[in-house]
């Protein structure tokens, strides 16, 4: 592999992407014609960017994929708190952080150390399993706590990672037709669950919303804990393949997740004209907003990017991590071969998050 990702969009599923982080961080501003992008990489550059209201998460007069359009899959995608830019954002995102602060994190903790210890139960802790593990328990967890029975938590995830493959930039139609199938069912069984626990506190939080805006955001939580889920448990395990570490101390998670983050960059569709922490940019642009490096910048407050800051910011962070928390907690008492697990580690090839891969060097 070279010594250098080829470019921003490689970055994350490169060995060592942090010196062309630091890089890129050092210079603030860069012009990729070849992607024809600009690249947010500075911690000043990054937040002037996440900050400013000409700067936005689609693009002007597409509040959807194009192909999505028309469909119940886009009809859930314009729903989403992430891909909102309407009036609507400011009381639907109020709506989701009353939501989230409703589950205690102890409680989703021990939810996925649960699932993952009884997943882990079933066979060997091969990498492979682990693997599975990952895809699995993010939305598995949150399946439960919304009060999926405990037969459907697997075809959940199962779902859920149709979804994320129907929206990968690269999905091909038969892609495409799962997802739209998976978004249908997802939606069906979200509408028949039992309103009570955590899901009567979504309720109540969407009580002014409707319910189409209720069921498309818990179906757009579930698709967010994919990719960000995966990646939070796959760095803890390797980061444990290294040597011991307290996976439930949030301080150590910010420091090593500053150091080796997760999710890498976002996008930002210019609106208007507009001068961001120096830059001019005009309307049409496209900003990659570079998470990663923002991180490592010196001259930043030095903290973990992966969250997103700003009105888009994910605020399920903190659930995110006690899943994974809850995950490794498991890991330790099924005592796997750390060591050999160490040797098989690879990247997931994915433009924006770093997911490792633990079983591609094993026998099927």
């Not at 599923?13 to 982080?21: F, G, L, N």
């Not at 830019?85 to 400011?90: D, I, K, L, M, V």
């Not at 993952?116 to 439960?144: H, Q, S």
């Amino acid at each position: 592999m070279s010594a250098w990702p080829e470019h921003a969009l490689a970055a994350a599923s490169h060995a060592d992407p942090y010196p062309y982080y630091r890089e890129l961080a050092r210079q603030g501003w860069t012009r990729d014609e070849g992607l024809g992008l600009w690249l947010a990489a500075s911690h000043a550059a990054a937040s002037a960017v996440l900050a400013s209201p000409a700067c936005l998460v689609r693009p002007p007069g597409e509040p959807v994929p194009a192909i999505w359009a028309g469909s119940r899959m886009g009809d859930t995608l314009g729903r989403w708190l992430r891909m909102s830019e309407s009036p609507w954002h400011p009381p639907l995102r109020a709506a989701v952080v009353a939501a989230f602060a409703a589950m205690p994190l102890s409680a989703v903790q021990t939810c996925a150390r649960q699932l993952a210890a009884a997943f882990l139960a079933e066979g060997a802790v091969t990498g492979k399993r682990l693997d599975a593990l990952t895809d699995y328990l993010p939305a598995a967890t949150l399946a439960a706590l919304l009060g999926w029975p405990e037969p459907a938590r697997g075809q959940v995830a199962a779902q859920v990672a149709a979804l994320a493959r129907a929206l990968a930039a690269d999905a091909d139609a038969a892609a495409r037709t799962r997802g739209e199938a998976a978004c249908r069912d997802l939606l069906a069984q979200l509408a028949c669950l039992p309103a009570s626990g955590w899901l009567a506190a979504w309720r109540q939080a969407f009580a002014e919303l409707g319910e189409a805006s209720l069921h498309a955001n818990l179906a757009g939580m579930l698709f967010q804990s994919f990719d960000a889920g995966a990646g939070l448990i796959s760095a803890g395990m390797a980061w444990r393949c290294r040597q011991p570490w307290d996976g439930n101390d949030d301080k150590e998670w910010n420091r090593r997740l500053r150091a080796d983050p997760v999710l890498h960059h976002t996008r930002r569709f210019v609106a208007e004209e507009v001068e961001l922490a120096g830059q001019r940019l005009l309307p049409g642009d496209v900003v990659l907003v570079l998470l990663a490096a923002a991180a490592q910048d010196p001259a930043g407050p030095g903290e973990a990017m992966d969250f997103g800051r700003g009105r888009h910011g994910c605020p399920g962070e903190r659930l995110a991590l006690a899943i994974a928390k809850g995950a490794l907690t498991a890991l330790e008492s099924a005592r796997p071969d750390w060591a050999a697990l160490a040797g098989s580690i690879r990247y997931r090839h994915l433009p924006n998050a770093r997911i490792r891969r633990f079983g591609a060097g094993e026998m099927r």
